[in-house]
């Protein structure tokens, strides 16, 4: 049984929308991050989880117990906000303990705070207070406030928001084991979709006041459900363009930018329609020699580990290549080349809806 069951929930302000139909289950010890951008929903959302918010219609549900009339403060729910919202006049110890002495009074309070203190490494600073605190001190404090009375349910809006970036690094790395041994079902909100990849065991892609797509970090890369999702991830960018599926003796090609790009042959159902092809910088192999596509190099950027190419075909489209940087030599801008594509890295999506094209009754 999920901890968290969020069934047809919907919310507007003045008869505007802002979620619409939402439906999500998390379990005990999962790290579901609700990823969109600025303006979807996703603060509204943990707020009506929490008990701060009136859901307009729809059911919330946390340890098969609906939360329907039930107080904030009796839901078992531990939030952290990304603006972290630490008491000004308490140390950063009484900071931690207030949640456990609403719940327990002064039994062991101390024991408590210090067992998350030491787990989140700022046993130190307890006894300063939030404007002597690092803005990473103040980010540990907020969650540890968060994870000190052990509840059922944990909330974290952009709790990395603002903090330096070393830290957030960092932090991507030790956050999913220690969120994972509280045993909360955590419900994770961020804007960074690398954030989003590091953490998650599952990621649900809010747009447009709706979950476009709940999955796997590796499936809503490998596998997006629409362009919309597919152009959130990924940087460089996903390259976008407009094609024909065709039918050849040898095959089913993608006809792009005056080229044949071999397809699945499963996509011969689709044989003669124009349809939308996504494709990652990552899946573009370059060639002195060899391959359908023929560009120029328009420019180079070297990005540590990879470089990234700019590129326009024959026909005038421009798209992104992103090679590895201490792999084969780098062409060089204004020089010719040949590209291909990897199928792994080539997506294909109705061009009118933006979902991804079907085939065999499934999503290809």
Do not use: C
Not at 67 to 92: I, K, S, W, Y
Not at 188 to 209: H, P, S, W
Request: zero cysteines.
């Amino acid at each position: 049984m999920a901890l968290l069951e969020i069934a047809s929930l919907a919310k507007s302000f003045r008869r505007e929308p802002v979620l619409a139909d939402i439906s999500l289950r998390a379990n005990a010890g999962e790290i579901v991050v609700v990823f969109g951008p600025s303006g979807t929903g996703k603060t509204v959302l943990l707020r009506l989880i929490a008990g701060l918010e009136e859901p307009t219609s729809g059911q919330i549900a946390i340890d098969n117990r609906d939360m329907a009339d039930v107080p904030p403060e009796q839901r078992g729910v531990g939030m952290a906000f990304q603006n972290f919202a630490l008491f000004p006049h308490m140390t950063a110890f009484e900071n931690i303990a207030s949640p456990l002495r609403a719940l327990n009074g002064n039994g062991g309070v101390t024991a408590g705070v210090g067992k998350v203190a030491k787990l989140l490494k700022i046993d130190h600073v307890l006894g300063h207070a939030p404007r002597e605190l690092s803005n990473g001190q103040k980010q540990r404090t907020s969650l540890a406030r968060a994870l000190a009375a052990s509840p059922k349910i944990l909330l974290l809006d952009d709790p990395l928001r603002n903090v330096d970036a070393k830290l957030r690094f960092e932090m991507r790395l030790e956050l999913p084991k220690l969120l994972r041994q509280s045993g909360s079902a955590v419900l994770y909100v961020t804007q960074d979709y690398k954030e989003a990849m590091a953490l998650a065991d599952r990621i649900a892609v809010l747009l447009g006041g709706a979950f476009e797509q709940v999955a796997a970090p590796e499936e809503i890369y490998n596998a997006p459900h629409s362009l919309a999702v597919a152009r959130l991830f990924g940087d460089p960018a996903i390259n976008v363009a407009e094609g024909r599926i065709e039918t050849a003796a040898d095959g089913v090609r993608l006809a792009l930018a005056d080229a044949a790009l071999p397809i699945d042959p499963a996509f011969r159902v689709h044989a003669g329609r124009t349809v939308t092809a996504g494709i990652r910088p990552e899946a573009v192999v370059i060639a002195r020699d060899g391959g359908p596509l023929s560009a120029v190099v328009e420019a180079v950027t070297p990005l540590n580990e990879r470089t990234v190419l700019l590129l326009k075909a024959a026909s005038g489209w421009e798209f992104l290549a992103s090679l590895p940087s201490s792999g084969e030599a780098i062409p060089e801008a204004g020089g010719r080349v040949h590209a291909g594509i990897r199928p792994a890295g080539l997506h294909l999506f109705d061009r009118e809806s933006g979902r991804r094209l079907a085939v065999n009754g499934r999503e290809g």
